[in-house]
């Protein structure tokens, strides 16, 4: 079994650094496989905040834990308008990684990260076809009972996480994406952007996009909250055969808690879910947090 630590959206520049310190304990103590953060990791790509967000992870290293990182819209600069087109990525790549698309493979699972973010869209996320070759490429070879996980800080579908029954945006070029994704048999697909908590079989939002499992994760430790969902990240066990455990840990204004507990298993193209107990009692008052197990099934 693989345990993963999957956090978003840190935006280091917006950030409550009790919260930071906070994901720091809670990590070392857990000591998971692979930490995964998809994106986002300053507010307004400032060489500052790239420090602090470079320090951050230097601070996971030294815990011991193996990293995956994707870059998300705000690691691009907003108002320098030079440094936006003539190199929107270059402090990124000084400060947390050269490689934008980032691999890593253990026992159990294959994990691709893909850079969604851009210069022109401001805040929308597109994928290139380059990329979506790269993705067929390197799940190719791997093994059938691994579990392959793509991590985007966009997410690849529209999902219902707006205001009202507003449908979400999706990255540019979705339909090449999703076909890619297809093609290449992507089990569970991880983002972030909207800070809000979700997890769905892919079947029930489009007809063609294979065995895929959606899950978004919220802001881990930004100030900027949406809906009043309070500070979380997941924590998935990932096992053999596509079979794995999601469980939200939200952040309850003293310290992290663990919440929603589900567990999915997958039967040909289809994911089927079941709430599980939570093994801390959810004591903490969590403002109304939407959890995957209040939206699995809508």
């Known amino acids: 079994m693989a345990r993963i630590a999957h956090l978003s959206d840190i935006h280091f520049g917006a950030n409550d650094p009790t919260i930071v310190a906070a994901t720091i304990d809670w990590l070392k103590e857990k000591q998971p496989d692979l930490v995964i953060i998809s994106g986002d990791l300053t507010q307004r790509a400032r060489e500052g905040q790239f420090h602090d967000a470079a320090e951050y992870l230097r601070a996971l290293r030294e815990n011991g834990h193996k990293l995956l990182v994707v870059p998300g819209n705000h690691d691009i600069p907003l108002y320098d308008v030079f440094r936006r087109f003539a190199s929107p990525l270059r402090r990124y790549k000084r400060h947390i990684a050269q490689d934008l698309c980032p691999w890593v493979e253990t026992d159990e699972a294959a994990i691709l990260g893909i850079n969604t973010a851009r210069s022109l869209t401001i805040k929308d996320g597109r994928i290139n076809h380059d990329q979506m070759q790269l993705i067929r490429r390197r799940f190719k070879g ?44 992507i089990h569970l697909t991880l983002a972030g952007h909207f800070h809000r908590t979700y997890a769905e079989a892919a079947s029930k939002m489009v007809a063609e996009a294979g065995p895929t499992l959606v899950i978004q994760a919220g802001t881990a430790t930004s100030t900027r909250l949406r809906n009043q969902e309070p500070q979380s990240f997941n924590w998935l066990h990932v096992e053999p055969d596509n079979r794995m455990e999601l469980q939200v840990i939200v952040w309850n204004g003293e310290g992290f808690q663990r919440a929603s507990h589900v567990g999915f298993s997958l039967d040909g193209n289809q994911w089927h879910s079941e709430e599980l107990s939570t093994h801390e009692p959810a004591t903490g008052d969590f403002r109304g947090a939407k959890t995957p197990s209040a939206a699995v099934g809508r």
């Open 142 to 185: 791997v093994a059938p009972h691994k579990t392959r996980i793509l991590v985007t800080h966009h997410p690849l579908f529209e999902l219902p996480i707006g205001q009202g029954n507003e449908l979400s945006e999706a990255v540019g070029r979705q339909e090449d994406a999703l076909q890619a994704i297809a093609d290449a048999g």
